[in-house]
């Protein structure tokens, strides 16, 4: 959809991510000062989305993961997974705040049963969690397949805990959130993953499928998307699993 939104269809279940609908040109504040501009709208409409099972939302205070428009759409699903901390304030029926480490398991109907384990997510510097507030990533797993389905990072660096879980996980399907997250009030300081950070996790988990989103479309990434997608075609072993979608149009991976 753009940003971090990406709708899955996984063996029945639609999943939903980050829902982020809102139009392109506002400002929104990211606290302590810092603040975004929302440079490129979304690829549908919210109400263009259809009925959603899950969504999975990485952390609801930060305008570019969840946006007043994304909100909207919240209580339709039929099941939100996110942090604790984020559980609390969104106080919806059958929303499961998660820890990393942590798992909850969906059932539906006519589907597999679908378990969703929270990831480590670190969304800046060591010792920026007060400040930048909980995060959790999504490692997806169908009925009792062995492996994960669809493992979403999250906004985070790249950081111990993240390097291990990578070495541990089979995955199938690798949604990686990029951008290199700056602000100008913390100079180089950087709140998420950039290109060369990308190519050490993807040798990491040696996914079959890599799939890059939030790169772009907000004044606050300071990596271009020429710059990242040259960083991951430089490496072959990036640009052999890298499958770059374009916003709005379906793919199957």
């Known amino acids: 959809m753009g940003g971090p939104t990406v709708l899955v269809e996984l063996d029945g279940w639609r999943i ?4 982020t609908f809102d139009p392109a040109g506002r400002r929104y504040g990211f606290g302590w000062g810092t603040s975004s501009v929302k ?8 109400e263009d989305v259809g009925p959603v099972d899950v969504i999975l939302l990485s952390h609801d205070h930060h305008a570019d993961n969840l946006d007043d428009l994304g909100r909207s759409l919240l209580p339709g699903a039929t099941t939100v997974v996110t942090t604790k901390s984020g559980a609390r304030r969104l106080a919806l029926p059958d929303t499961r ?3 990393a480490g942590e798992t909850t398991r969906l059932t ?3 589907k597999p049963p679908l378990t969703v384990t929270a990831t480590p997510c670190r969304h800046g510097p060591p010792l920026s969690r007060p400040v930048a507030g909980d995060v959790v990533g999504f490692a997806l797993a169908v009925g009792d397949r062995p492996g994960v389905a669809v493992w ?7 950081n111990r805990p993240l390097r291990r879980i990578a070495r541990e996980m089979d995955v199938d399907v690798l949604v990686l959130h990029l951008g290199s997250v700056r602000f100008r009030q913390t100079g180089r300081l950087r709140y998420s993953m950039d290109g060369r950070d ?11 499928v890599a799939v890059p989103v939030h790169y772009e479309g907000w004044s606050h990434f300071s990596e271009s998307p020429e710059h990242l997608r040259g960083t991951l075609a430089a490496d072959p072993g990036s640009k052999s699993v890298v499958r770059w979608l374009e916003p709005g149009i379906a793919d199957v991976l």
Not at 16 to 19: G, I, N, S
Not at 39 to 46: F, V
Request: proline letters at 14%; a negative charge.
């Open 152 to 158: 979403m990072t999250g906004d985070t660096v790249l």
């Open 97 to 99: 705040g998660l820890t």
């Open 39 to 46: 440079q490129h709208g979304p690829a549908l409409a919210p």
């Open 16 to 19: 939903l991510t980050d829902p």
């Open 198 to 208: 990308a190519v050490e996790l993807l040798a990491l988990a040696r996914p079959r």
């Open 108 to 110: 539906a109907p006519g």
